[in-house]
């Protein structure tokens, strides 16, 4: 247990270091967590709204901060490359997220050319039956999501860092809360950049 924690420490600390310098994105990484809460708490209740709240709040926003705010240059702090942090990459990196983005944006047009998903769902009469279809099937693709990219590190790295990095995944809500519900209150002040931190 210790070294599955150990090992959850240095995912948690990587990810901070290497793609989370942006005030703007770690902002948007506050907004993105408390949504997914939101959606945590919905999915008991209703799980297509819980999807529709995760995707399009809670993975918008986060993705926006990654593609659009976040630095892609030399990484004088980490003396790391954009490439070279691409490259190791535990989770999704850059690559990756595009496909995943990708496949949930395309897939609603699954429900328009099939209702009835192949007989898997009741088709829909009207906008509000479509969207909860759409949540539905954005659940599943959340979750396929997640189950896919652990299976590719049990192979490609080991089965405790595919386990360590799907908790990390699902409790990074509730950490990115903790790390950066000060990232407003400093890019108001005009701080644009993490002055960035090294490892303890």
């Known amino acids: 247990m210790n070294e599955f924690l150990q090992a959850l420490r240095v995912q948690r600390w990587d990810d901070h270091r290497y793609y989370h310098h942006s005030r703007i994105n770690q902002s948007l990484h506050l907004l993105s967590a408390i949504s997914f809460v939101v959606a945590y708490v919905m999915l008991f209740k209703d799980p297509a709204m819980a999807a529709l709240i995760a ?106 860092t595919g386990l360590v990095w799907a908790t990390k995944i699902i409790t990074d809500p509730f950490h990115d809360i903790m790390l950066y519900y000060k990232a407003p209150w400093y890019l108001m002040r005009g701080q644009f950049l993490d002055p960035g931190q090294r490892a303890h």
């Open 55 to 160: 995707w399009l709040v809670s993975m918008v926003s986060r993705q926006a901060g990654h593609f659009f705010f976040e630095p892609k240059g030399y990484d004088h702090i980490n003396q790391a490359t954009h490439e070279y942090k691409e490259e190791i990459k535990v989770g999704y990196n850059l690559q990756r997220k595009v496909v995943l983005m990708a496949i949930w944006a395309c897939s609603p047009l699954l429900l328009v050319w099939q209702p009835s998903l192949f007989g898997q769902v009741e088709p829909h009469d009207g906008w509000r039956a479509f969207m909860h279809n759409v949540g539905m099937m954005w659940l599943v693709v959340g979750v396929g999501g997640l189950l896919f990219r652990m299976g590719q590190l049990f192979v490609q790295q080991s089965v405790q």
